[in-house]
Structure formats: structure tokens, C-alpha cells
């Protein structure tokens, strides 16, 4: 079955950067985009952006631009998604998802950032 | 950017409830919209699709409707996992695939 792995939570200080993965399994990776999405406590859900994981084509949110990058290792079957200059607000889970619209997500990463 | 809005923000019923909850999209989004449920402390799970399809797996109870600017998913008899928060979702065009701000079904 399709399932979508990420890494662990994080613990970062402002201005830092954070890279989260997600690994996919049980279908062909590059046959779909990959989506990243946050929300932050108590809050609704924010697209930050995809990539088509067959052609590494991205498109990025424009609240995002500058600050985010989307990668994918095909051999690995993983997604990465790297935020930069991190703030306060950017204290949120951090999703990835499979395709438009979303059919499978993964579990979902903490990043807290906090000095 | 699209604006999604969805009424109510809270909603209270009973098991056996007929639920409906609306959103509105601030320009016409043709059947581009998506629902999708949300559980405490898991992701969101796809609900519909092309504002009226259903997902495979998701029970016969939940359904959605409309085209343009408005649309609703209806629970047709609310059963105890169904509470939970439900968010809409356009994804028409490469405009931002902007979420609902969100409802939030609560036992009443």
C-alpha cells in the first residue's frame, strides 16, 4: 500500500534552516508530485508548495519564495523540503502529500522553532 | 489567489444527525474542489474529489455537491468517528491549492 514516511521532529533556533524527508513506498515514485503542506497549532492548512517527482519541475507557494526548496532523490524514493531563515512562526507540522489532490499523506513533522 | 471560505467554523450534533457543512470559493473553481477529514494529532485523510466523487474506502454516508463558487459535503447520519474537523480545498489551475479555514464537528 502507498505510504508516505517523514523524519523526525525538530528543534531549531531562529534564523536556522530545517530539511524534513519523506519517503515514499508502495508505488512508482515518479509517477506522482509530491506536496508539502503545514499547519501551525490550532490553525487550518497552508500549501507551501510541490514537485513533480518525475521531472523535478517545482512550484512554490509565493509566501514561500526565497525561503523554500523541493527536492526529490528518485533513487530513494524521497522528498526533501528545506526552509530557511526559520521564525517563530514557522512553529508547525510540516505534512507531505501524493499528488493533487491529495490522496495519501505522511504522518506529519513537528518543527518548533524557538530560541 | 482563490479564497476559500467555510461555514460554520463549529458545528454541534447528534449520532444520526444529517451534517452539512458549506464552503465558498471566491471565484469559480468549476468541480476542482476537494474535502477532506482530520482526526487530532493525524493528517488529513481525502474524503472527495471533483467536488463530488468519492474516495476509495470512504463510507457511503459522506457525499458533496456543487460547481462554480459553492459546495457542500453532507453526512447523511453522523456516526461517532465522524467527529472530527473537515477542511475543502480547491486545487483549479496553478492558482495556490488554498485550504478552508475549516469545520469542526463536536459531539452535541
Known amino acids: 500500500q502507498v505510504q508516505l514516511v517523514q523524519s523526525g521532529a525538530e528543534v531549531k533556533k531562529p534564523g536556522a534552516s530545517v530539511k524534513v524527508s519523506c519517503k515514499a513506498s508502495?508505488?512508482?515514485?515518479?509517477?506522482?508530485?509530491i506536496q508539502w503542506v503545514r499547519q501551525a497549532p490550532g490553525q487550518s492548512l497552508e500549501w507551501l508548495g510541490w514537485?513533480?517527482?518525475?521531472?523535478?519541475?517545482?512550484r512554490y507557494s509565493q509566501n514561500f519564495q526565497g525561503r523554500l526548496t523541493i527536492t526529490t532523490d528518485t533513487s530513494a524514493t524521497t522528498a526533501y523540503m528545506d526552509l530557511s531563515s526559520l521564525r517563530s512562526e514557522d512553529t508547525a507540522i510540516y505534512f507531505c502529500?501524493?499528488?493533487?489532490?491529495?490522496?495519501?499523506w505522511g504522518q506529519g513533522t513537528l518543527v518548533t522553532v524557538s530560541s | 489567489d482563490i479564497q476559500m471560505t467555510q461555514s460554520p467554523s463549529t458545528l454541534s450534533a447528534s449520532v444520526g444527525d444529517r451534517v452539512t457543512i458549506t464552503c465558498r470559493a471566491s471565484q469559480s473553481i468549476s468541480s476542482w474542489l476537494a474535502w477532506y477529514q482530520q482526526k487530532p494529532g493525524k493528517a488529513p485523510q481525502l474524503l472527495i474529489f471533483?467536488?463530488?466523487s468519492l474516495e476509495s474506502g470512504v463510507p457511503s454516508r459522506f457525499s458533496g455537491s456543487g460547481s462554480g463558487t459553492e459546495f457542500t459535503l453532507t453526512i447523511s447520519s453522523l456516526q461517532p468517528d465522524d467527529f472530527a474537523s473537515y477542511y475543502c480545498?480547491?486545487?483549479?489551475?496553478?492558482?495556490?491549492?488554498?485550504f478552508g479555514q475549516g469545520t469542526r464537528v463536536e459531539i452535541k
Open positions: 480545498q480547491q486545487y483549479y489551475s496553478y492558482s495556490p491549492w488554498m
Open positions: 508502495g508505488y512508482s515514485f515518479t509517477t506522482y508530485a
Open positions: 514537485i513533480d517527482a518525475g521531472n523535478g519541475n517545482t
Open positions: 502529500a501524493r499528488k493533487i489532490p491529495f490522496d495519501s
Open positions: 471533483k467536488a463530488s
